[in-house]
């Protein structure tokens, strides 16, 4: 591996740029070629060899030579001279997708950071008005306290005005050779991280709660099929997902003309904003997709909490809370909650560098 000092790569005027355009940049050979095989060869040994679903032990998220994909690695100096400084990571998500699978159908293009979870089969067990079960707390608790499926959680804040987790940069380290599109991807909805900040400052000049319940962002929506299911984006942006439906550059073997795949090979990196709405996408490729995946957020002054083990720096995508979901205690005078609502509305404030 390399060295726990490694050198940022350089990067020019337009690579910042193009993160400012696009909301994500791929960072080229920036994990050495040994420490991709190391990691590699410790995901493959641990997965199940008689399961189609490819679980991975939840032991390696932090294994050392798997965080240490970011934090041993050129990715991490690059990160801090894009964003500035930030807790050390210790954990991560380990994502690896089998060849053949369509992850259940299209692909569930989201922003990180609400609540995902089992919900009602049926349209008519759905509210219209609140967007919520009407049996409510069957599925999320009397107290909305239910942990989803994804690990999120319901509300950011005891007052229930911030009810959307969030970070600063998804950092995503590929392990596969996805450099041909339908290989598994990580996609994005190019260039709509803007118009997510947007949406959340049209929430907060409402007055109302930030994420889902807020403006525009039914909590659960209805499918085609008629099932409901947990809503991970504005519907401004599903409107905007249509346009770019339309305008985007069809791309052989690609259906989804609204994403664009990040095209990677072993060893490279991308950084993407919170804000940037993304999905894995199924894998009709020859053999197993394999990223990892850190959830990085600038380092806060006046948090107390910056680099606790409690809050699993580098997964949660909730980190103003436990990643159990237990509520912290702040000092007299910071409020973690609408630090992040100014963040989510302003989110170039956490990059110095760009």
């Not at 060869?41 to 032991?59: N, S």
């Not at 600063?168 to 260039?191: E, I, M, N, Y």
């Not at 249509?242 to 095209?263: F, G």
């Not at 993304?278 to 990223?291: E, F, K, L, Q, V």
Request: aromatic share 8%.
């Amino acid at each position: 591996m390399k060295s726990m000092h490694a050198e940022a790569l350089s990067l020019t005027a337009a690579d910042r740029e193009a993160l400012r355009r696009d909301g994500y940049l791929i960072l080229k050979g920036a994990v050495a070629p040994a420490a991709v095989e190391r990691a590699r060869a410790l995901i493959t040994d641990a997965l199940p060899k008689d399961e189609h679903r490819l679980l991975v032990p939840g032991k390696l998220a932090t294994d050392p030579h798997i965080t240490g994909l970011l934090s041993d690695s050129s990715v991490a100096a690059t990160l801090a001279a894009l964003m500035g400084p930030f807790p050390p990571v210790v954990s991560c998500q380990v994502a690896v997708t089998p060849a053949g699978d369509d992850l259940g159908g299209a692909p569930g293009t989201h922003v990180d950071g609400g609540w995902s979870g089992p919900l009602p089969e049926a349209a008519e067990d759905i509210d219209p008005d609140t967007h919520r079960p009407r049996d409510a707390a069957r599925w999320y608790g009397p107290n909305d306290e239910v942990r989803g499926g994804n690990d999120g959680l319901l509300w950011m804040d005891p007052a229930r005005r911030l009810s959307w987790g969030s970070y600063t940069a998804l950092v995503g380290v590929c392990l596969s050779d996805q450099r041909v599109p339908g290989h598994g991807q990580f996609a994005v909805l190019k260039g709509q991280h803007e118009a997510v900040q947007d949406a959340f400052r049209r929430q907060r000049d409402a007055g109302g709660i930030i994420g889902a319940e807020g403006l525009d962002w039914p909590r659960v929506r209805i499918a085609s099929n008629g099932r409901p299911y947990s809503n991970g984006l504005p519907n401004s942006i599903r409107e905007r997902s249509k346009a770019l439906a339309q305008s985007n550059p069809q791309i052989p073997d690609w259906p989804w003309r609204e994403l664009t795949p990040v095209l990677m090979e072993p060893g490279d990196a991308v950084v993407a904003l919170h804000s940037l709405p993304h999905t894995p996408t199924p894998n009709y490729g020859p053999g197993a997709r394999m990223n990892v995946y850190f959830r990085v957020r600038r380092l806060r002054e006046g948090n107390p909490h910056e680099g606790s083990r409690r809050v699993a720096h580098g997964v949660s995508d909730h980190p103003d809370r436990g990643y159990f979901g237990q509520f912290l205690d702040y000092p007299e005078g910071y409020d973690p909650w609408q630090t992040s609502i100014d963040a989510l509305c302003d989110h170039w404030q956490e990059w110095d560098g760009v």
